[in-house]
């Protein structure tokens, strides 16, 4: 439990927009678009609009990124929103900002605890290219996760990639990865001035069953749809790839923070 004295302090973000004047600002120092950025964020969050809310705030710490305030309410916001990568990576960033704050110890347990299903909602993303060697950038990431062939374990969900070579077109791919599972991309990418690149395969690579007559079977991946061909003809149809579920962590308010929505004052 917080307490007596955090609670009071949380308190102080539940006023009404005619007392804005009296309600905790930013930290010194903050541009004044900042700081409206911010209390339009707060409106927004007691609305309900946390989409909203978080556009607003991230608006705010591109302006003032030495804020811990926002870095605090961005992690909030992300995590009620289900965005648990980016809720880890806004929570490091508070802790990063204000060391010695009193709930370090919760946070860092907080962090833990997301980190924790991140692993527990991972899938695997195995990319491969003709030609090899060629640049795997992840939802518009500036740095590549690696090159191909590359084997990465990314966090549930619909991903954006870019496979990148030089002297070739760069390809476009939206890949969805499900929790335990595993799935393949095949990209042929083509001399810049070249052809039109060949289809993009897409699937989930499956074990096949046991063959109890001994024959040989070759997994492959069978561009519009996940499949195994068997040596004998036969084919297993691979399942399509779902959206992971997501738990969502109860809300604590802190000082100088967001509240907790529908809960005591």
């Not at 010194?28 to 678009?33: F, I, K, N």
């Not at 003709?130 to 549930?156: N, Q």
């Not at 042929?188 to 690579?205: I, K, T, Y």
Request: aromatic share 6%; glycine share 12%.
């Amino acid at each position: 439990m917080l307490s007596r004295a955090l609670l009071g302090v949380s308190l102080l973000f539940v006023v009404l927009p005619a007392a804005r004047a009296q309600e905790p600002s930013l930290e010194p120092g903050a541009p004044p678009l900042a700081v409206q950025r911010y209390f339009s964020g707060r409106e927004l969050y007691r609305q309900g609009n946390l989409a909203g809310a978080a556009d607003e705030f991230r608006t705010a710490f591109d302006l003032f990124p030495t804020s811990a305030k926002l870095a605090f309410n961005l992690g909030r916001v992300s995590e009620r929103l289900g965005r648990s990568r980016d809720a880890v990576d806004y929570y490091a960033k508070y802790l990063e900002l204000a060391p010695t704050v009193q709930d370090r110890a919760e946070i860092e347990a907080l962090v833990a605890s997301l980190r924790r299903r991140l692993t527990e909602q991972q899938g695997d993303l195995v990319v491969t290219t003709e030609p090899l060697g060629a640049d795997v950038f992840v939802d518009g990431a500036a740095t590549p996760l690696g090159k191909t062939p590359l084997t990465a374990r990314l966090e549930a969900g619909e991903h954006a990639l870019r496979v990148a070579l030089a002297g070739h077109t760069a390809a476009l791919q939206t890949v969805r990865i499900e929790s335990g599972k595993r799935a393949a991309v095949t990209l042929r990418l083509v001399a810049e001035g070249g052809a039109a690149p060949a289809p993009v395969a897409v699937a989930p690579v499956r074990q096949p069953p046991a063959e109890p007559s001994g024959r040989p079977w070759w997994p492959c991946v069978v561009a519009g749809a996940g499949a195994v061909m068997r040596g004998d003809g036969g084919r297993a149809a691979g399942r399509g790839l779902g959206q992971g579920g997501r738990a969502r962590r109860p809300d604590r308010g802190r000082g100088q923070r967001l509240p907790r929505a529908g809960g005591r004052r």
